[in-house]
Structure formats: C-alpha cells, structure tokens
C-alpha cells in the first residue's frame, strides 16, 4: 500500500475491524518509511455490470456517482447518512445480483429514484426534476400531483 504522506510501498497493519455489516473491513496502517499511519478500508471487488449511457457509451459501475447524486438531492434535508449508505448498497446489490452484464442507465436512474422516494419526497423531487430534465412548470407539477396522488393512496 503506498503511503499517502511520503509515498513509500511497505507497511504493517497495526489493526484490522471487520464493519457492522460484514462487508468492508477497516485496517490501521503503519509506514515503514516515515513512521506516520492511516487508515485503508478494503471491499471485495463483486462483478460489477457495465453501465449502458444514453448516448452509447459504456462505463463501468460506479456506486460513488449513484452516492454523490443521492447526497447532493438530500442536501439540507433530514436525511442522515447512514440511510443514504444503506440505500445506496441496496441498489449495488440490486444490480449485482440482477446478473444482467450491462445495464441502461435509465434503470440506474429510476431504481434511485425509488429510494429516494422512500428517504425523503423533497429529495425525491429534486434528484427527479434534474433527471427528468423538466422542460418547464407544468411537467414540475404532473410529478408532484403524481406523487401526492401514490401518498393519498397509501
């Protein structure tokens, strides 16, 4: 592991955590070089599918845009972290478990939708109108009365 201080290759592992979840495991590291430590966090590399653009293109899965997207629609709302965390690797392990090797990124697209629905409306609202690309105030409100509507339903 190289050393994010002086950028030499060896170290010891002082401490390893496995997560709540079992998933990821937390080690503490120590350089050899300059004796400075820090922290890796280690996952197993599942077989992630590709993502198929709108435009063609195809690019590997990256659940680090689906978290940043879904934190910048929760910003400022009362959506802790953790449930973002937790949605975010319910959709990973939705698509990994799809088996499917690619898939479009208008499904990606709709899946967090639905979680976000079940976080937080506001949020669900604004990560709907950027994706959607709403063109003008009327299909803004065809969304809202949709939602409102599945609300008074339930």
């Known amino acids: 592991m190289k050393c994010p201080f002086c950028g030499f290759l060896e170290d010891k592992v002082i401490d390893s955590r496995l997560s709540q979840d079992g998933s990821t495991t937390r080690r503490r590291r120590e350089c050899l070089g300059c004796a400075k430590r820090f922290t890796t966090y280690e996952r197993v590399e599942e077989a992630l599918p590709l993502v198929a653009k ?77 994706y959607r690309d709403f063109r003008d105030i009327n299909e803004f409100m065809h969304e809202l009365k949709d939602l409102l509507d599945v609300k008074k339903r339930t």
């Open 54 to 130: 709108k435009d063609g293109r195809r690019e590997i899965f990256d659940r680090t845009k689906i978290l940043n997207g879904i934190m910048k629609a929760c910003e400022k709302r009362p959506v802790s972290l953790d449930d973002i965390e937790k949605a975010v690797a319910r959709l990973e392990t939705r698509f990994i478990d799809s088996g499917e090797r690619e898939i479009p990124s208008s499904s990606i697209g709709e899946a967090v939708m639905e979680e976000l629905k079940g976080l937080d409306e506001v949020a669900y609202v604004r990560f709907a109108s950027v």
